[in-house]
């Protein structure tokens, strides 16, 4: 899937379902954590629309859409590589197991490569980056929305296990991030889908 399918799936009221929306919204946090943003999903994202004042999500739109009329490819790429990349390391360290343990590669990952093989997920070889990174939490979770095969309970286990115990916090994290001025907003945004997405499951019967 394109960045820009990936944006405008996301984009409020371009979906009714609820479903979908999700899906489309965790995809865009995916693309936008495992590489900087291009210009086009740049300029896809300053025309979002927030939606009703009264949204739960409406003011992390509004904020992402003037973070990207405020920026451009190059900066965002600059920026992406200081907080994720680095010289050694970047500033921050988008991993389950660092964020629970303290350590990368640690019992974490572990129990998560397990869920995913039970899930019938593989690793790309092309990937580098282990399985408990943000990105591939985020893509994860969408496919398995999408997946009508998947039951709620599988879907919300998935997020229970690896997502609601520390990611929450990573996104806090981004918006006081030396580093962060666009991506100040997708923490924004990936704290605020968090806490309602939390909800939605809380409250979905089986």
Not at 117 to 141: F, I, N, Q, S
Not at 170 to 198: N, P, R
């Amino acid at each position: 899937m394109s960045e820009e399918h990936a944006a405008v799936d996301a984009v409020p009221g371009a979906v009714d379902d609820a479903d979908a929306l999700r899906a489309g919204i965790y995809r865009l946090l995916a693309t936008l954590l495992a590489a900087p943003p291009s210009q086009e999903l740049l300029d896809t994202l300053k025309v979002v629309e927030a939606g009703e004042d009264d949204a739960p999500l409406a003011p992390a739109w509004r904020m992402l859409a003037l973070a990207a009329q405020r920026t451009s490819a190059a900066a965002a790429d600059d920026e992406y590589h200081a907080l994720f990349v680095g010289i050694t390391r970047g500033e921050m360290m988008p991993y389950g197991s660092w964020y629970l343990t303290g350590f990368l590669m640690e019992r974490p990952l572990a129990e998560l490569r397990q869920d995913l093989k039970e899930l019938g997920y593989a690793r790309d070889p092309d990937v580098k980056e282990p399985e408990d990174h943000a990105a591939a939490l985020c893509e994860t979770m969408s496919l398995l929305i999408d997946d009508q095969d998947t039951g709620f309970g599988r879907r919300k286990k998935f997020f229970d296990d690896h997502i609601e115990p520390w990611m929450m916090r990573f996104f806090q994290d981004l918006q006081s991030a030396e580093a962060a001025e666009f991506y100040g907003a997708v923490g924004l945004l990936g704290e605020k889908f968090l806490q309602v997405d939390k909800r939605y499951l809380g409250m979905t019967p089986h």
